[in-house]
Structures are given as structure tokens and as C-alpha cells.
């Protein structure tokens, strides 16, 4: 009964130290994760960590990557319509299913847009104003 007892006593505090510890490694990786959003603006340039990883290739539809393997931002021209059918075109910066970028109607007026993959080659969009589009990749 004693041996019983013993490994009674030493189950339950392996237990309570492994689980201690599963706490505080994912309380530390909560705290230092962090995800940056991509922004209209960032079309705009590439900063120098960006272009250490800068990658074209003309055999795929986006004009450039920037990145490491399993963590790339893509860049693309795109085109589509408004929910009036007003044509649009413009540039965006993707990661992952979301991104950013800029359109410009027929008229000239460009737009800050946030975009989300629904298909492939096919985006949907939000204007600054919240206006909504279709877009695909040119």
C-alpha cells in the first residue's frame, strides 16, 4: 500500500510540473508574437530587410516576393469593379489570405484598399470609404 501511495504522490506532482511549465512556455510565446499588418503604404517602398529577399519571376502572375519560405509578401497588379461595375485597377501587397494596396478609378482618384483572397487569382476588397470590389490579378 506504502509503494502504492508513493507513486500516487510522485504522479501527482510530475503532473502539476509538466503542466506549470506547458503555462508558462505559452504565456511566453503569446507575449512576444507579433504580426504586422500590411498597410496601403507599403507599395510604396521596400525597406532594406525586403530587399535582401526580393524575387521576381515572370513564369508566376506576381511582379515581385519578398520574404523567406513560409513567410512571403507578394506583390501584384490588379483590376476589377466597384459594386457599381466602375472598372479599377491598382497594386497590392499580400500575405498569407490578406493585404493592402492602392486603386485608381477611370477618372484618376486613387484609393487606399484592403483586399482578402476568396478564389484563386480572385480578391475581394474595401475601400477607404467602404466601397466594395471584385478584383483579380493581372
Partial sequence: ??????????????????SSNSEETNSFYQETETVEKITPDDIETITPEEAKTFHTNKEYEYEYRTGYSGNYEY???????????NEVTGNINIE??????????????????????????????TDENGIYYELTVE
Wanted: aromatic share 24%; charged share 35%; with cysteine.
Fill in 1 to 18: 500500500m506504502k509503494i502504492y501511495l508513493f507513486f500516487l504522490f510522485l504522479f501527482f506532482f510530475s503532473c502539476k510540473e509538466t
Fill in 75 to 85: 506583390n501584384y497588379d490588379i483590376i476589377g469593379q466597384d459594386e457599381d461595375g
Fill in 96 to 125: 498569407d489570405k490578406y493585404g493592402a494596396g492602392k486603386i485608381e478609378d477611370k477618372y484618376g482618384n486613387e484609393y487606399d484598399i484592403e483586399v482578402e483572397w476568396y478564389d484563386y487569382g480572385k480578391l475581394k476588397g
